[in-house]
Each structure stands twice: as C-alpha cells, then as structure tokens.
C-alpha cells in the first residue's frame, strides 16, 4: 500500500456540483493531516488542516476517518476557480516535521 | 501579504555544473524547508532546517546536496554536480509555528532543468 494514495481523476463537473476527494494512507501512527491544492506549474497552497473531529471551511469541509485510515475533502457549490489539483499531505510520524505528499486529485469545474 | 521569494525561477544547466538556489523565507519563520516536484510527479522531501542546522533529510538529500542560511535571511539549495535527473521543480517552504508542521508556506518555485 502507498503511503498516501489518491484516485488522480481527473473529475469533471459543473459550476455549482458538490465534489468528494478521498485519500488513504498506510501508516496509522501518522497524526496530522493536511489538503493543498495546486494549480498547474504553480506551487502547493495550505487549503486546510483536517482535525479529527472533521473541520469546515466556507464551502469546504474536511473529514478524517482514523479506524479506516482515509481523509476527505467535501467540496459544495463548486465554483470555476476550485479547479486545481488537491494534494492529500501527512507528517510523518516521528516528530521530523517530513511531510509525505499524494500525488493529488485533478478537478476541473465547468462553465 | 509576507510571502516565500526564490531565485531564480528557471535555470538551465549542463550536467556536472554547480547549481544553486535561492529561498527567502517569510521573515519571522524558525523552519525551512526544500522539496522537489518532478514533473508529473508527486511533491516530495528533500530536508527540513531549524535553528541552523538540518532537522531531517530523505534518502535523496545525498552528498550532492547542502543547505545553507548564511546571513539570516536566505536560506539556499546547493546541487554539487547535477546530474540529469535532478530535474525538477525546487520549492521552499517555511514554516511559523512548532505545533504546526504542515502549515507550510511555499514559494513559487525554482524549474531546474539539467541537460
């Protein structure tokens, strides 16, 4: 199993839609977990922390599953400028500050 | 809004060439970092620095490779000798806050390519 593992779509969908990313990751002594997004030939961009009792902000809302290893990303009323790439990202576990990557969801929002 | 600054954007080099690049973190952070994204590729570790000295480095952070903070405020990526598969694109990142790791800002990068 990858340590971070992500369905690369893409996902299509129209102005509007609701949109779910999944990602799963195989050490379960990971502990903090992370969704960027980036835009093509752009750097990562913080989109938020995932806490364990699940977060939400604005139109995004981020869920952890511990017991299943898997963290979600909910994303409502998509607007044509949610198109990106999200980056599923965990710490390491061991207090080395490493972050370990997902190679990432591609959504693309449509007029 | 501060922001992470590198130098340069795109550098083209001869295999075997020196390389360095260059990173100035947001001002009041205490950890940097470099990764690596190659081209269609996933992001990836190269080494964390804090409190001037490295904090933890990947399997690709070999010999090649150094950091440095020389003077305070740039924080830079030295390759010794590139090779052709050191081609990617280079990201700093700082960080602020200890109870935050992942809360990681990044600049816009460094395209290195290696001919």
């Known amino acids: 199993r990858k340590e971070v593992e992500q369905d690369p779509g893409p996902f299509n969908v129209p102005e509007g839609a609701t949109v779910a990313f999944n990602c799963t990751y195989s050490?379960?002594?990971?502990?903090?977990f992370f969704w960027y997004r980036q835009d093509c030939r752009k750097e990562p961009k913080l989109l938020m922390s995932v806490y364990s009792s699940g977060n939400e902000d604005g139109r995004f809302t981020a869920q952890l599953n511990r017991a299943s290893q898997y963290i979600s990303l909910l994303i409502r009323d998509s607007k044509l400028s949610d198109s990106a790439t999200y980056l599923c990202v965990l710490e390491a576990p061991g207090n080395n500050r490493k972050l370990i990557w997902g190679l990432g969801t591609s959504l693309a929002v449509n007029p | 809004e501060p922001e992470v600054t590198q130098t340069p954007s795109h550098q083209v080099t001869q295999m075997g060439q020196e390389v360095i690049l260059r990173c100035v973190p947001i001002?009041?952070?205490?950890?940097f970092y470099w990764y690596r994204q190659i081209l269609g590729q996933k992001v990836e570790f190269l080494v964390s620095f804090y409190n001037n000295e490295i904090s933890e480095k990947s399997e690709i952070f070999d010999d090649q490779f150094s950091v440095e903070r020389p003077d305070g405020s740039n924080f830079t990526l030295k390759i010794r000798s590139t090779k052709l598969e050191d081609s990617a694109m280079y990201f700093c990142?700082?960080?602020?806050?200890?109870?935050?790791?992942?809360?990681?800002?990044f600049g816009e990068g460094s395209r290195l390519t290696v001919l």
């Open positions: 001002s009041n952070h205490l950890y």
């Open positions: 050490n379960s002594a990971s502990q903090s």
């Open positions: 990142a700082s960080g602020g806050r200890a109870s935050n790791t992942g809360e990681l800002f």
